[in-house]
Structures are given as C-alpha cells and as structure tokens.
C-alpha cells in the first residue's frame, strides 16, 4: 500500500449495533473523557467488560489525569450495567495487584486495554503496562476483577496479547505483538507473534504469525485484536491493521493523527495456532461511521478487544471507536469464516 488514502470499507456481512456506542463516558457514574479498547467474555453466566477509561481534565486532553480500568455487567451483551468506581486505578497498585518481583508503584504509569479469556473456568486478563522502561504485555488471573494476580511480564517492547481459551497439545498460547525497532529499519513495522507456555507464567517457542507486509489494507503495522474464538474450520481472531498516511492532518481533538486503524479477521490452524489458513483481503471494519471518523480524541480508530461466538452463530465483536467510545458489531460466523477463505 503506498502513502496515499485509499478509501477502505467494511464487509458486507458486518452489521454495526444501531445503538451504538454500546458505552460511552457520560454513561459512567465517576470522571470519564474516553472508554475505549474493552475487553469482554462471559464469566459466570453474565456478559462482563473491562474497559479502558481515560480522565482528562477537560476535552482536548490538555491535561492528562490518569487511565484506569472500569466494570461493566450485561445480560445480553448490548446493554450494560457500569460499577459505581472503577475496579483498579494506578492508586490501588499496591493492593490490587499481586505478583513475585511486582515491579515498584513508582515504576509504572499505567495498565490498559484489557483482554478477557476464560480458561478451565478462570478468568485470564492480558492487558498491556506502560512502565519507566518500556512497554510490557501481562498476563493475569482475576477472580472478582478487582484484584489481579500477575502471572507473567514480557520484557519490553511487547503488548497486545491475547490468550487462547482452552489448552493447544497441553500448553497456553498466546498472540502478541513486539515492536521490534531495530531489525525492522527503524519505523513502526510489526507483525502478530505467537507464543506458548505450560503455565502461564513461562513463555517461549515464540513463532511469527502474520507480517505486516502480508496484509495488503497496512502499510505500518498489525497486531492482535481479540481473543480467538475456535470453529470446526480453525481459530478465529480478529486483528488491527493501521495504515498512515504523512499527508492526514488535524483528525482529531490532537493536533495531528495521521493513522487509521481497521480490523481484520484471520483463520489460524486448529493444532497448529501459528499457522495462518486464511485471512480477509479486505478489512472486516474500516471507520465509517460518524462516530468513527468524527468528533473523537483519534478519529479513524476502530481497535476490536472483545469477540464472542454465541450458539446461534451469531458473533459479537466489541470495539473501541476514535479512543473515545466502546461499540458493537455483529456477523454471522460462516460469513467471518467465507471472508478468511484466501491465504495469505
Ligand atoms: C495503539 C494503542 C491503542 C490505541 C491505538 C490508537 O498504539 O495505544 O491503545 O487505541 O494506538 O490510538
């Protein structure tokens, strides 16, 4: 893809919720500027999001105040039930979270854009955190989402993993996204990795996935989306995909945003996760909608984090639209599996 702004659309079969956005920050009941990139399963017979909320002093996010993560609880995954606070703020680092060499409250800046697998009927969030030094993908088990139990700590630059929900041959694995600088000639060009553990907490045998350069809608970088969802025809995962182009401007309330962020969808093997079998040649979701492509924080930012195959067939993908709202889009899983039908 050169550096010009091709016009990208959705697929047919993806319908977005008429009611969107599913959450927005006047729908919660303590300061809010942007909620955004949630993660969601369901867990104990209720639909339960995680999201990623963003307080600003006023609009324009002149001044920063801090990121935290909020509760939600739906019966029916499209309409949801905030927690009255969030359920952990950088505040609560020393009580919320557990781990062995936890790294020091004044080391890390902050933990988002949750990720929600359930797994031998625990529930697993990765999420990324922005620490003094360097970005890290975690892995953790929480069991009332308010405390969190961090199993593992990538080394930095890593972040936007997700988990698979069952066992693969007996091991854990794992997609994620590392921002390798130096070997990729400097620039924002990277590629969706995958990684396997026997505990959760050791990861290795890490084996690329799907390059950049594969993916004929990007022409910066891709990574993860979702957490894959299995089919009889393979694990499906949705992706993002960001294009940039030097020539966008202003697109947005910063003063320059020159990316766009579509997803994807991709199929991978069933025994084999590394393995691609299909993937979509057009994006699943470009923005198009207004609330996409106007009036956000970064406009042209569709960044999925939650998918869930129900017994109808119908999936749901869950997204953060321009940083600013959280959305619902909906197919039917045979259409999902018809558009990875061509190899990458
Ligand atoms: C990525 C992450 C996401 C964000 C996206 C678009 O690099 O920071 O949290 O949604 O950029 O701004």
Known sequence: MKNSTPILQSAACIKRYCGNPVLAPSDLPYPSSLVFNA??????????????NDVAEKEGVSKFIETNLGLAFSD??????????????MSNWDRAISMSDKPAREEVRRLYDPRLTVIDGRCVICCAID???GVHGAVAITEDFHHFDILSMTVPDNRNMV???????????????PFPVYSRGGRDRFDIWCGRSKDLVYWGRHALVLAVEQVPYANDKIG?????????????????????????????WGNAWRKRYCGGIMLLDLENPSKVIGLSREPLLAPEADYEVEGGFRNDVIFPGGMILEDSGEVKIYYGSADT????????VHDLIALCEAPV
Do not use: Q
């Not at 969601?40 to 639909?47: E, W």
């Open 76 to 89: 029916d995954g499209v309409n949801w039930e905030v927690e009255p606070a969030p359920c952990f703020s």
């Open 325 to 332: 709202v959280e959305c619902l889009a909906t197919a039917d």
């Open 39 to 52: 993660g969601v399963t369901k867990y104990n017979g209720r639909y339960v999001m995680v999201f990623r």
């Open 131 to 133: 620490t003094k030094h």
């Open 163 to 177: 988990l698979f929900p069952e066992k693969i041959g007996g091991e854990y694995f794992r997609l994620e996204r």
């Open 224 to 252: 993860p989306a979702a957490p894959p969802v299995k089919t009889p025809k393979g694990w499906l995962t949705t992706i993002h995909t960001v294009d940039k182009d030097p020539a966008r401007g202003k697109n947005g």
